[in-house]
């Protein structure tokens, strides 16, 4: 695997492989690497020539500059992850190579989309996201570019920006890895105390059961039974449970308004905050 830190030499090495009409997939991440990582690298691989990663935290989409400080970084383990499942290329900039006039955030107009949800309770979070992305785009220039489900709003931000960019990059939304109890993989997940990871587990639980109640009571149901049963925990505090148009994002109350739903939470469990999804 071919590791740049300059985005210079990834420039040069894309513009080499072009030439050779080598597909190009890429794989944007902030590192600590898991198997959902990993099954985006497994896509990419099976989608395109070339597999780039990249791994670089991201400071202008964290709105807590604590949750930045204790993002986890793994460097070495994830640099011997990606060489053993066949990545062929690793981007690993430093913030001033991706920032080299500073951290200040640029802003992007997505409508409602980054206001709601994710956007609602972090504000200037997709902005952030929206910023790193384009410029990765810029320097990868990839023709297929792979995302998880699990930041189902963010898929939607990502497909925006292309649009908005006209770049020809397919974006292409890959399926939640969950962890064998049913909690999504994230990296987060690692600083979670023992305790507080068992009490996560119990989030795709409530998920699975509050779809059945949706499907037999209506949304409002649902939504109830999330509030009191993530209220019952002390160490949960629930940000938002909605179900929503899955390809619009739209916040529905009526099972009437879409056929194709999607249910979103976000809740913390202690200080870590998860977000998971779930069709209906
Ligand atoms: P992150 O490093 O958290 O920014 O994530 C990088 C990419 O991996 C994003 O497209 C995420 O949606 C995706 N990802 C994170 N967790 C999972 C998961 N459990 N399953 C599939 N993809 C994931």
Not at 41 to 58: L, Q
């Amino acid at each position: 695997m071919l590791i740049f830190t300059q985005i210079a030499d990834i420039r040069r090495f894309i513009a080499q492989q072009k030439d050779q009409n080598k597909s190009i997939g890429f794989v944007p991440t902030m590192g600590a690497l898991h198997k959902g990582h990993i099954s985006l690298t497994e896509t990419s691989k099976k989608n395109c020539n070339i597999t780039v990663c990249s791994i670089f935290v991201n400071p202008t989409q964290f709105n807590d500059k604590k949750d930045l400080e204790r993002y986890p970084r793994t460097p070495e383990k994830d640099t011997e992850l990606l060489e053993k499942n066949g990545c062929d290329v690793l981007f690993l900039p430093s913030v001033h190579e991706m920032y080299p006039n500073g951290t200040e955030k640029e802003l992007f107009d997505f409508g409602n989309l980054d206001k709601i949800l994710e956007g609602h309770f972090r504000a200037g979070h997709f902005s952030g996201v929206a910023q790193v992305v384009k410029r990765l785009f810029e320097i990868v220039t990839p023709d297929k570019a792979f995302f998880g489900s699990k930041d189902y709003q963010q898929v939607m931000i990502v497909k925006a920006l292309v649009k908005q960019m006209h770049a020809p990059i397919e974006i292409v939304a890959c399926p939640i890895l969950r962890e064998t109890d049913g909690l999504a993989m994230s990296s987060r997940n690692v600083l979670l105390s023992e305790e507080e990871r068992k009490i996560s587990s119990v989030i795709p639980k409530l998920m699975q059961e509050a779809k059945t109640i949706i499907l037999q009571k209506g949304i409002e149901a649902g939504k109830t039974f999330i509030e009191n049963e993530t209220s019952k925990q002390p160490l949960m505090k629930l940000d938002y449970f909605e179900v929503c148009h899955a390809d619009t994002l739209q916040i529905i109350s009526n099972l009437n308004e879409s056929k194709n739903r999607i249910a979103l939470i976000a809740c913390f469990v202690g200080r870590i905050r998860l977000i998971d999804n779930l069709s209906l």
